[in-house]
């Protein structure tokens, strides 16, 4: 049976997660009450195998009712029924934003600041989040990436049963992917940067990537790099992770961090296995 538990953070992304998971086929439930959690799960075991796929979303829509849910979880355990809980999160600014564009209030804030309602929610959520299978930021993520992180995540015949790799160039100065597994810092290499005609490029151009591959660090860093992720891979999916996220940095995301990124995933995929690149700052000033 795959039951899956959904909670997190207001604004980042539980119902459309769960829509997400509605097209999958998993027979879904919005806001039930946590203290029906264990029995609703001893039922989809029971159901023979009329519900072995379900998901459900509990969060503080329950009111003082949510603190039942991790007694629920802890009794669920020791039942032996399986689980697993997807945390939901975002940065601070992200889900004010989304507040403001949907003009609602928040459920723990009504007609107050938004800010104050995901202050006293993350402190209420604190401890589900400790006991949480996933962790997935959507502070950067678009529609259709959550929808595939979900079916990374959670659909046997899209890849839920091996391992997917998320390989993320980023810029420091825009801050570290919230859910990052293993972060790199290439800003060691030689810089585009100063380069005049190499500036206005980015690593998705050939001139710049092949400028940082001609000097011996970047491809000994490069090799060691594959070398490395290649022994990880198995050794996570033998503990059943199911999605790595590899972050790659340097100053500002567009030149280093997007090189090593590609050469990365073009290796990785030679190798036969499924990654996802993207460069989340190669756009900005």
């Known amino acids: 049976m795959k039951f899956i538990v959904i909670t997190g953070l207001s604004g980042a992304g539980r119902t459309r997660a769960l829509r997400c998971l509605e097209d999958m086929n998993y027979y879904c439930v919005d806001n039930l009450p946590p203290i029906l959690v264990s029995k609703f799960a001893e039922m989809c075991a029971q159901s023979q195998g009329k519900l072995d796929h379900v998901a459900l979303v509990v969060d503080v829509r329950s009111g003082s009712m949510f603190k039942e849910l991790s007694g629920e979880l802890e009794e669920m355990r020791e039942k032996g029924l399986p689980f697993e809980i997807l945390f939901l999160d975002a940065q601070d600014e992200t889900l004010i934003a989304r507040y403001k564009e949907t003009r609602r209030s928040h459920p723990l804030a009504p007609g107050g600041r938004a800010i104050d309602g995901i202050v006293k929610e993350r402190e209420i959520l604190g401890d589900i989040k400790k006991m949480a299978t996933h962790v ?5 993520m678009l529609p259709q990436h959550l929808k595939k992180r979900m079916r990374d995540l959670f659909s046997e015949t899209a890849g839920g049963t091996g391992m997917t790799v998320d390989i993320m160039s980023f810029g420091f100065k825009y801050g570290i992917p919230l859910d990052s597994d293993l972060v790199f810092d290439v800003r060691f290499l030689p810089n585009p940067f100063y380069e005049p005609e190499l500036k206005p490029l980015t690593g998705l151009d050939a001139p710049v990537y092949d ?13 060691k790099l594959v070398e490395m992720v290649n022994f990880l891979v198995p050794q996570y999916m033998e503990e059943g992770k199911s999605n790595l996220v590899i972050s790659i940095g340097c100053t500002g995301g567009k030149h280093r961090s997007v090189t090593v990124a590609r050469f990365l995933a073009a290796a990785l995929s030679n190798a036969g296995v499924a990654c996802q690149l993207s460069h989340r700052d ?3 000033a």
Not at 136 to 140: A, H, L, M, Q
Not at 211 to 223: G, T
């Open 136 to 140: 997935v930021d959507t502070s950067n």
């Open 211 to 223: 400028f940082i591959m001609a000097y011996p660090q970047s491809r000994v860093f490069c090799d």
């Open 282 to 284: 190669i756009h900005k």
